[in-house]
């Protein structure tokens, strides 16, 4: 009967915990989780005059989440009497409240600092000021800006029977891997309420980060938010990279 009980013991917690680690408890824990975006400039400097100007009309993101979501994608439990485990993957989306930095002026901030450096023109962010007629006004609108990443919790117990020196042991673990984004954002000049050019950037890319061994469910997601950044910023890169470069060559010719 005591050897039946300490079977029973080594199994219970395993299934207990299994109800705990919900999507709602994680998605909370993770809600106090925040990571900056970054923008690096890889392209020389534009060595002529930039007497030209346009103006930036301010970025309005009403496609990103407001805050970060997880979902469940699969459960495995293994509930046997020298050996159980629990497997879980969820889904991850980054939302608003995981960065320190909103998306919209993340964007125009970067939009500024590529135009500035390598194109033939200033891009001055549109405000207050009176502008002429003459004014050429560049509207930034982000039709899709998703990024998710994959967490898998892992919990392995064994029972090592001895006669009546029976005795247990096991380990957890995370995994984070797989963060990938999708934008869509177009990008149109107009002048005096007139579309000189117009064009819409799509984009997806990922980064093969493979997190293994993460013991502290708290470590694993700040990996997981760090990640995915980590890719948004990346991406983010990639399509003002050709939006500066387009504009470049729209006003090289006026």
């Given amino acids: 009967m005591n050897q039946i009980k300490r079977l029973l013991i080594s199994i219970f917690p395993i299934l207990l915990f299994t109800s705990c680690m919900s999507t709602n408890s994680i998605q909370s824990q993770m809600q106090g989780v925040q990571s900056e975006l970054f923008y690096f400039l890889t392209t020389p400097v534009y060595p002529g005059n930039t007497d030209k100007t346009i103006y930036l009309s301010p970025i309005v993101d009403t496609v990103s989440i407001p805050y970060t979501t997880v979902k469940r994608?699969?459960?495995?439990?293994?509930?046997?009497?020298?050996?159980?485990?629990?497997k879980d993957k969820y889904e991850v989306s980054l939302g608003e409240s995981s960065l320190i930095q909103p998306y919209n002026e993340f964007l125009m901030d970067a939009l500024s600092a590529q135009c500035n450096r390598s194109s033939c023109f200033n891009l001055r962010l549109l405000d207050d000021i009176i502008l002429p007629d003459s004014a050429l006004i560049l509207e930034i609108k982000v039709n899709k800006n998703i990024t998710t990443a994959k967490m898998i919790y892992k919990d392995v117990g064994y029972l090592i029977p001895l006669s009546d020196t029976s005795f247990s042991f096991g380990y957890t673990n995370w995994e984070v891997n797989q963060p990938v984004s999708w934008l869509i954002i177009s990008a149109r000049l107009m002048q005096q309420g007139n579309c000189l050019w117009e064009k819409t950037y799509s984009t997806t890319s990922d980064l093969p980060y493979h997190h293994r061994g993460i013991e502290k469910p708290i470590m694993a997601y700040e990996i997981c938010i760090d990640d995915m950044t980590e890719c948004l910023s990346n991406t983010t890169k990639e399509i003002v990279d050709n939006i500066s470069q387009n504009l470049h060559e729209i006003m090289l010719t006026k």
């Avoid at 994608?73 to 629990?86: A, D, H, V």
């Fill in 73 to 86: 994608k699969g459960r495995t439990i293994i509930p046997l009497i020298l050996y159980n485990s629990e």
